[in-house]
Nanobody
Framework: QVQLVESGGGLVEPGGSLRLSCVASGLSFGLYSIAWFRQAPGKAREFVAR????????YYADSMRDRSTISRDDAKNMVTLQMNSLKPEDTAVYYC?????????WGKGTLVTVSS
C-alpha cells in the first residue's frame, strides 16, 4: 500500500520559515516525480512545486518561486519543501503526491498557518 505522509506544518509569523517533509512508502520512490500542493480554506487545491524523479529539475508556482526550495533524498524516500518569507495567504493544508498525481496517494496533509 502506497502512503505519502506529510509533516512539518505549524503556526508561523509572517516573514517566517517552515520546512515541510513528505515521506513515502510502498512505491519505488526514485522512479517518481514528487509534487507539493496546497488547499486554503474555501479554495481549490493548487500546485506549489515539484521535483523530477532524477532530482535534476524543479518547478514552482509563480507565487512560491522566489520563496521556496524543493529537494529530495531518495535514500530516505523523502521530499522536503523549504518555505521562506511566508505570508498569511500561504495558510493552507499542504499535501504531497506523485506527479502526475494519483487519487489514491493523497494523504492527510500538514497544516501551515501564517499569522501574527
Amino acid at each position: 500500500q502506497v502512503q505519502l505522509v506529510e509533516s512539518g506544518g505549524g503556526l508561523v509569523e509572517p516573514g517566517g520559515s517552515l520546512r515541510l517533509s513528505c515521506v513515502a512508502s510502498g512505491l519505488s520512490f526514485g522512479l517518481y516525480s514528487i509534487a507539493w500542493f496546497r488547499q486554503a480554506p474555501g479554495k481549490a487545491r493548487e500546485f506549489v512545486a515539484r521535483i523530477t524523479a532524477a532530482g535534476d529539475k524543479s518547478y514552482y508556482a509563480d507565487s512560491m518561486r522566489d520563496r521556496s526550495t524543493i529537494s529530495r533524498d531518495d535514500a530516505k524516500n523523502m521530499v522536503t519543501l523549504q518555505m521562506n518569507s511566508l505570508k498569511p495567504e500561504d495558510t493552507a493544508v499542504y499535501y504531497c503526491n506523485t506527479y502526475p498525481t494519483r487519487a489514491a496517494y493523497w494523504g492527510k496533509g500538514t497544516l501551515v498557518t501564517v499569522s501574527s
